[in-house]
Each structure stands twice: as C-alpha cells, then as structure tokens.
T-cell receptor, first 114, second 110 residues
C-alpha cells in the first residue's frame, strides 16, 4: 500500500471557482508528479518536481499551477475552473536516486466542473 | 504521438486463460514499467524491466523486452476475475520521466 494521499477524491464545482487538489506522501520521496487522465485514456504529465522549491511543466500544457514548499506536499491549484478541466488528476511520487524507479500513485481526484 | 502504444486496446478472456498485452515505443529507453489500474483508482506498479534485460518474472507475470523492435509484452498466466483492470506500459527515457501508453482494458470472465 503506497503512502500517498490525495484529497478530495471527488469534487463537483461551478465554472470560475478556484480549487486546490491536495497531495501528500510520507515516504520522503523527492520526486513528485501530477498526471491528468480522462476516462479510459492514457495519463498525461502536467507538472513535476524534483524537490523543495523545484517545479516544472510537464508534457501536456495545463492552466493549473503547483507548489513544492515541503517535501511531502505537492498541491495543484486551478485559479478559475472551466468545464474543460473536468478530468481525473493523479498524483505520484518516486525516489530521486539514479534515473529509474517505480512511481507510487495516490487514488486520484476526480474533478467535475459544471 | 505517444511514446508507448498498447495492443490490444481491450481484451476479454475466461478465468484460467493467459492474457498477453503488448507495448511498442519509439525512442531509446532506460527502462520500461508496467502498471495496473482498477476502475476509478490510482495506478499500481507491477514490474520494471531495464533496457539491458530481456525477460523478467514476478509471480504470475512475465515481461519481455525487445529493444531492437522497441516492444514489450506482459503475460498474465492463469488469469483470475480479480485481474480485471487496465494495464499500462510506461517508458522512462532521459530526464527520469515516465511516459504512459494508452492502456489495455483486460476483462477476465468468471
């Protein structure tokens, strides 16, 4: 069982609202990631971080932003949600050593914007 | 286009049969990983095979890697209804980032 937690699991909000998806891990991992996944589709990397104060854009352009003030915490924020942001957001972490390693995933946050 | 593409997109078999899923990729990799995802849940790591390895086993799972063909296969032997899930391959290139394929939806009928 991975020690990585996402909240909320499900969120339904109206257009224009600001939302923050929380992700925390207790494994002391330096690397953390956010993936976006539509139902039945592949995962797209939208943000990643290699440590505190390090954040990078992923392969898929996203209007969301992230921060990494603490090793264990990697929240994702949407300043003004739109229906096009409706998706599942998956947070993951891995160890920093070398360039290989498995990703540990949270259970996901399913966002619906009306 | 995606670095990893999987085949088939969907597979339906009977309990006890073997399931084979394939993954092809385009560029050189450091390693290839397979993950499982139950509906509506996060992904769970199954197995990692490095670029200098050709085959790896873990329980009922067998993974092969052919770097000359840029392809990998995941075999699940003696499948169970509980194996029903989506299976994704993920390739790691330079930069320590994983790129996921589109996944294979496996249904194992009791």
């Amino acid at each position: 069982e991975a020690d990585i937690y996402q909240t909320p699991r499900y969120l339904v909000i109206g257009t224009g609202k600001k939302i923050t998806l929380e992700c925390s891990q207790t494994m002391g991992h330096d690397k953390m990631y956010w993936y976006q996944q539509d139902p039945g589709m592949e995962l797209h990397l939208i943000h990643y971080s290699y440590g505190v104060n390090s954040t990078e854009k992923g392969d898929l352009s996203s209007e969301s932003t992230v921060s990494r003030i603490r090793t264990e915490h990697f929240p994702l924020t949407l300043e003004s949600a739109r229906p096009s942001h409706t998706s599942q957001y998956l947070c993951a972490s891995s160890e920093l050593q070398g360039n290989t390693g498995e990703l540990f995933f949270g259970e996901g946050s399913r966002l619906t914007v009306l | 286009s995606q670095q990893g593409e999987e085949d088939p997109q969907a597979l339906s078999i009977q309990e006890g049969e073997n399931a084979t899923m394939n993954c092809s990729y385009k560029t050189s990799i450091n390693n290839l990983q397979w993950y499982r995802q139950n509906s509506g849940r996060g992904l769970v790591h199954l197995i990692l095979i490095r670029s200098n390895e050709r085959e790896k086993h873990s329980g009922r799972l067998r993974v092969t890697l052919d770097t000359s063909k840029k392809s990998s296969s995941l075999l699940i032997t003696a499948s169970r209804a509980a194996d029903t899930a989506s299976y994704f391959c993920a390739t790691e290139t330079s930069g320590s980032r994983l790129t996921f394929g589109e996944g294979t939806q496996l249904t194992v009928n009791p």
